[in-house]
């Protein structure tokens, strides 16, 4: 007989992996914004004097950090720090710093699991905003904007605990 429960033949139910879960981790973006931001362009006169020159180095700094903004609302902060120092043989040609950050109601989740959400999908979803933000400020400080690639913050985090891991170990 078919009573739409899940039976073992002895008229117990058996509870499906299904109908224990809480349901799917549900994420919503309450805001994002920049939380800190410089752009310092120390030798713009002799840069500017000089023509055109070589092409600069231009040194990256990307980390990721997270931490609970309110713990009774689920809601956590995610932020990246950006760091970009492009140098050449006149010196520093520009130093741009950043930290993009967004304020993310995460419900549904294991504990286990929210870690590497915050550190690896909510940058994920902040990372375009960053990558405009970036070519904007560069362009507008009179130079090519500054276009990122796509950045893996799953190997980000996989890299950052194994040296976690090996730190612990030492």
């Not at 033949?9 to 973006?29: F, L, M």
Request: with cysteine; proline share 7%; hydrophobic share 40%.
């Amino acid at each position: 007989m078919a009573d739409g429960k899940n039976g073992n033949g002895n008229g117990a139910a058996i509870e499906t992996a299904a109908q224990k879960d809480v349901g799917p981790i549900q994420a919503q973006i309450v805001s994002q914004y920049i939380r800190d931001l410089s752009f310092e362009n120390p030798n713009v006169d002799k840069i500017m004097g000089a023509g055109p020159g070589e092409n600069p180095n231009i040194q990256l700094e990307v980390n990721v950090d997270a931490k609970t903004a309110d713990a009774t609302n689920k809601i956590y902060e995610s932020a990246i720090s950006f760091r970009a120092h492009a140098t050449s043989k006149i010196g520093t040609i520009y130093e741009l710093e950043a930290v993009y950050a967004g304020l993310f109601r995460i419900q549904s989740i294991p504990p286990e699991a929210l870690q590497p959400f915050l550190l690896v999908n909510c940058p994920s979803v902040l990372f375009p905003f960053l990558r405009r933000l970036i070519a904007d400020i560069t362009r507008e400080g009179g130079f090519p904007p500054l276009l990122l690639d796509p950045i893996d913050f799953g190997t980000l985090y996989m890299q950052r605990k194994k040296e976690m891991q090996q730190a612990a170990k030492s």
